[in-house]
């Protein structure tokens, strides 16, 4: 496999943008020697610059969940192409897609787009904030929120509460405010309200954590943290930005049904285009202006082309009575065959997923918690990784992140990771 094409591409961007990559992740730092560039997408597969095809299992972090070049979100976007681009005023689908997304979520009653989850998550903050009279947020080490200063911070040292920036620029001042505690950790929590519950504006969290690679909430946790939040009047904001639409058409909140007071959603609900969103309870929402006294606003939010991308995207699924069963079942399988070829290579592996999400940890199990992913092998990803790309199949370029099928996968390309993966794990077994 030559990637020739990717190399001169990287060359002439990291001229012009940092690391040649606008995210981070994009560079593949941990399993490549520089960054693959693609070029088209169809269906299951992407193909990068040098003509090389691959089985997606990316899927842009999520959003092509319907796979490349879905016909009706395709034909939804050119058809909304020719109406117009962007008002910057209201339009019809802006209602249409709330809408739909309100009916779907039971604890959204109203709600405001906007164009990333990071915009999500960092409005949800604000409101959180102002609807409280507090500063205080909890975030949970391993979930990721998007680069929101306050969201990126670390626990600090000791005993002490006050989280610290994780990136340089991010004023010691603002992660003070932050409190991160561990997933998974009830105790925690409870400990946190019981020390300074007074001054606790919300709790964020990703209701099946995906972004330190998939991690499931423990039994009970999730209802402890309403429990909890409850008793204190602090806000619970689920960040459905993987989990909306993706483990089932009403979310994590659907699924474990509960009722967090704010929720953030991205990925899936743009159909591929650039789309976030917050909402929640009524009361809550409508403190947001010019309702309310909480400024928040974007010159492109509620983009039309985005708003038919999202309403085509999700109309499909909604149409499709068998299309999550179809997807949980591919994770599944996906699940299954990784843990036979894992252990017929003798390598340790953690294989663990939600509905539509899955990962593979090399290490032993069960992974609870960001403590937990450290075991990871990071060399053992990147050969796992390195043969799966050979053999076809892209993965997420970093270990401790998720795998997502789309419902473009079909019995073809089953096939072809089925015959990849043996190879990939022996890659994996021998690579220290
Ligand atoms: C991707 C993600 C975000 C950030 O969304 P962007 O569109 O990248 O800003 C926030 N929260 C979660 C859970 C995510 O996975």
Redesign the pocket.
């Known amino acids: 496999m030559t990637t020739d094409n990717s190399r001169l591409l990287y060359e002439r961007a990291r001229q012009v943008t940092p690391g040649g990559v606008n995210s981070p992740v994009r560079s593949m730092r941990q399993v490549r020697p520089y960054p693959l560039f693609a070029e088209r997408g169809e269906g299951a597969y992407v193909y990068d610059a040098d003509g090389n095809r691959y089985v997606d299992l990316l899927c842009s ?2 959003p092509l969940i319907l796979g490349h070049g879905h016909p009706a979100v395709v034909g939804a976007i050119k058809e909304q192409a020719e109406r117009a681009l962007t008002f910057g005023i209201a339009s019809r689908l802006e209602v249409e897609l709330a809408e739909l997304l309100t009916s779907a979520l039971p604890a959204v009653d109203e709600l405001r787009f906007v164009s ?6 960092m409005s949800a903050i604000r409101l959180a904030r102002a609807f409280t009279g507090r500063d205080l947020i909890i975030k949970f080490a391993g ?5 929101v200063d306050a969201l990126l911070a670390r626990a600090g040292s000791g005993a002490a509460l006050s989280a610290l920036p994780v990136s340089p620029g991010v004023p010691g001042k603002v992660a003070e405010d932050t409190i991160v505690l561990p997933y998974n950790d009830l105790g925690a929590i409870e400990q946190a309200f019981r020390e300074r519950g007074d001054r606790i504006a919300a709790v964020i969290v ?1 209701p099946i954590a ?2 330190m690679g998939v991690v499931p909430p423990v039994e009970g946790y999730l209802v402890g943290l309403r429990r909890v939040t409850r008793e204190h009047g602090a806000l619970l904001i689920f ?1 459905e ?2 989990t909306g639409f993706r483990v089932g058409f009403s979310g994590a909140q659907g699924m474990f049904g509960l009722d967090p007071d704010l929720t ?1 959603l ?2 899936v609900i743009g159909g591929g285009l ?1 789309v ?1 969103a917050y909402g929640g309870r009524r009361e809550i929402m409508e403190r947001i202006a010019p309702q309310g006294d909480v400024y928040q606003a974007g010159t492109l939010s509620g983009s039309p082309i985005a708003m038919a991308a999202g309403l085509a995207q999700l109309s499909e699924l909604a149409r499709d009575p068998e299309a999550y069963r179809r997807l949980r079942e591919l994770g599944l399988t996906l699940e299954r065959e990784m843990r036979e070829a894992a252990a017929a290579a003798g390598v340790a592996c953690t294989v663990q997923g939600a509905p539509g999400l899955l990962s593979a940890f090399f290490c032993e199990g069960p992974v609870r918690d960001q403590a937990d992913t450290e075991r990871n092998q990071i060399a053992r990803y990147r050969a796992f990784w390195q043969s799966m790309a050979e053999s076809g199949v892209l993965l997420p370029p970093a270990a401790n992140e998720a795998i997502f099928p789309s419902l473009a996968l079909g019995d073809t390309e089953l096939e072809i990771i089925r015959g990849a993966l043996p190879a990939a794990f022996r890659a994996a077994a021998s690579a220290d």
């Open positions: 972090w999520g990333s989850g990071t915009e999500a998550t979930c990721y929120h998007g680069h990703e995906a972004n960040d930005v993987i953030c991205g990925k650039p976030g």
